[in-house]
């Protein structure tokens, strides 16, 4: 930029495939000194020169939700996908219909509190589900998301919405996550009261979205708020380390303090509180093989991205093997 151009600073308001939209509407491109791309909601310093924006600096982000892009395979780059920066809450939406899964919200919340927003589960399209089948989910959503507040919604009736307006306060900004046809669009335009978001019915034959939203936004509402609506999620895989299992699943923090061993896996350590809970009935089977799971995920991941994780795995691994056969050498007849 020679010296005509100005500076100023703006909030990334949409991203398209090579063009970012930056308050208060301005086309922008990227400059090639940033070491990576910005992302919906972050705060960036930028350059114009008569009708051309270029982004020459990405302030300190407060958070990031961030996902594995899809797709990554062995022998391929794992690469890391943005979703959105300064992100106070994500709200975790799925419908009330066959859409509902406990499992899948656990990753979402996973996903939610490694990025450091706080996690709102939002079960959509309320009106189309007998009293005791929204009673029913709650109570599923109770099971996993220790805590976390949880508002039934309707965009078409408004129930709900009053509750999560509250939320919603002046300056603030919200991420909405969740599958395609889950009604976050409609979200959008019931909170909105005019219709930003264009919205299409799910498909008949097997009830699943289109993809309504093609690219992140960010869209104001008239108090002040801001929400992030994104594509829908087909596939969410995690971008985290195994750190972000201890707010996602505190019971079984909460019980691992118990274990004889520090780095207790839950599997067949001996005196492990968790494996005692799950015989008892206290922890679900499906609860722990989730945790499992995960772990397993976020633990090779690690070794994808960073060989010394891999070293140190394999070192843990010797470690409790070392401990066992110790420990079964001492034990009595």
Request: glycine share 6%; hydrophobic share 40%.
């Amino acid at each position: 930029m020679d010296a005509e151009a100005t500076t100023f600073r703006a909030r990334v308001t949409a991203v398209h495939k090579n063009r970012w939209v930056i308050e208060p509407g301005d086309q922008a491109i990227v400059s090639n000194r940033l070491d990576e791309d910005p992302v919906v909601g972050d705060w960036v310093i930028a350059e114009r020169h008569e009708a051309l924006c270029r982004i020459v600096e990405i302030e300190p982000r407060t958070g990031l939700l961030t996902r594995k892009r899809p797709g990554d395979v062995a022998n391929d780059a794992v690469v890391e996908q943005p979703i959105a920066a300064n992100v106070d809450l994500a709200l975790l939406t799925m419908a009330v219909d066959d859409d509902f899964s406990v499992r899948r919200l656990e990753r979402y919340l996973t996903l939610a509190w490694d990025s450091g927003a706080t996690p709102v589960v939002i079960l959509t399209k309320a009106d189309l589900a007998d009293p005791w089948q929204l009673d029913d989910r709650v109570s599923a959503v109770d099971t996993v998301a220790f805590g976390t507040e949880c508002i039934t919604t309707s965009a078409h009736t408004g129930a709900g919405l009053d509750r999560l307006r509250a939320l919603l306060q002046h300056g603030m900004v919200a991420a909405l996550l969740g599958s395609s046809g889950v009604g976050k669009s409609s979200l959008v335009n019931a909170l909105a009261g005019v219709d930003l978001q264009v919205v299409t019915d799910v498909r008949d034959f097997d009830g699943k979205g289109r993809h309504t939203t093609t690219s992140r936004r960010l869209v104001e509402l008239p108090w002040g708020a801001y929400l992030v609506d994104t594509p829908g999620l087909r596939e969410l895989q995690l971008w985290a380390d195994e750190d972000a299992l201890v707010d996602s699943f505190p019971d079984i923090t909460d019980l691992a303090r118990e274990c004889r061993f520090r780095d207790c896996t839950h599997e067949s350590e001996p005196d492990c509180a968790v494996t005692v809970a799950v015989a008892d009935g206290r922890l679900s089977e499906e609860r722990i093989e989730s945790w499992r799971r995960l772990r397993r995920e976020l633990a090779y991941l690690a070794r994808r991205i960073d060989p010394a994780a891999a070293r140190a795995e394999r070192q843990k691994w010797k470690s409790i093997a070392r401990s066992r056969r110790a420990l079964n050498k001492v034990r009595p007849e």
